[in-house]
């Protein structure tokens, strides 16, 4: 994963998670490699500083991956008001090492969001409400496998 952190606070919730890679090793102690000879790593997630099961990590990375651009806004958009949410990535990678969504009340259905201060699209809310389902299903334990 490229992403080695991950903010969220809205909709009446909030967590910070850290993702880090750690190398998988075999009976000797020796970095597993894959076909292509690099090493084969694992993602291990802390959240609020307490580490988690690696397959609710997962799912909770998942579902702020499953925010999908819908559509551009076809019309001038200013927000009003403090976003309902905001998503913040921090990258270990290329020369934008943080992106910071908010998303902003638009339509029935839809936030438009401001990815690093500019908003020209809308997204679906019902995905953005979805974080803190898979959020709460985390803290419960239900995803642990």
Known sequence: SNVDEMHFSGLGDKFDVQIRQVERKD???EPKLDANGKPITDSEYTMDGKPINASAGSQL???CLGVRLHSPLTEEF???GVPAATLTY???LGSTKRYEFKFYEYKKDYYAVS???EIHFSVLKE???NIVTVL???RSGELDK
Request: proline share 5%; aromatic share 4%.
């Open 127 to 129: 995905e953005v409400h």
């Open 61 to 63: 990375y998942q579902s």
């Open 136 to 138: 709460g299903k985390v």
């Open 90 to 92: 921090e990258l270990n």
């Open 78 to 80: 200013t927000p009003a």
């Open 115 to 117: 990815i690093n201060g």
């Open 27 to 29: 009976e000797n102690g």
